[in-house]
């Protein structure tokens, strides 16, 4: 499966941002799918997942990002509301086969399929 992540770009603080990930090669409904995000020099970070009718997220971001899925567009989204200058970072997305084992959906280590990044910058 191949991802493809869009959307980001310059934005002021206290504004919006949706960022868009287009799955091909797969069918959307069948994966979990999970936002992360990455400051330069660190580690991946989660964001938010979502699969069937759950999404989980993020301390820092709940109340401020919802995740929606379009499956006739193979196509997630990342909504992002009330940005904070914290928020400026490079954002991928992931994909991993939903199975009913236990899955770990806050580790980047659990997931397989990664698209590049796209950069959000937040400014005061």
């Known amino acids: 499966v191949q991802l493809q992540a869009s959307g980001g770009g310059l934005v002021q603080a206290g504004g919006s941002l949706r960022l868009s990930c287009v799955v091909s090669?797969?069918?959307?409904?069948?994966?979990?799918m999970g936002w992360f995000r990455q400051y330069p020099g660190k580690e991946r970070e989660f964001v938010g997942a979502?699969?069937?009718?759950?999404?989980y997220y993020e301390d820092s971001v709940k109340g401020r990002f919802t995740i929606s899925r379009d499956n006739a567009k193979n196509t997630v989204y990342l909504q992002m509301n009330s940005i904070k200058e914290e928020d400026t970072a490079a954002y991928l997305c992931?994909?991993?086969?939903?199975?009913?084992?236990?899955?770990?959906?806050?580790?980047?280590?659990?997931?397989?399929?990664w698209g590049l990044g796209t950069q959000v910058t937040v400014s005061s």
């Open positions: 992931a994909a991993e086969p939903l199975t009913l084992a236990g899955f770990y959906y806050y580790l980047p280590t659990e997931y397989t399929n």
């Open positions: 090669g797969g069918t959307l409904n069948s994966y979990v």
């Open positions: 979502s699969w069937t009718d759950k999404s």
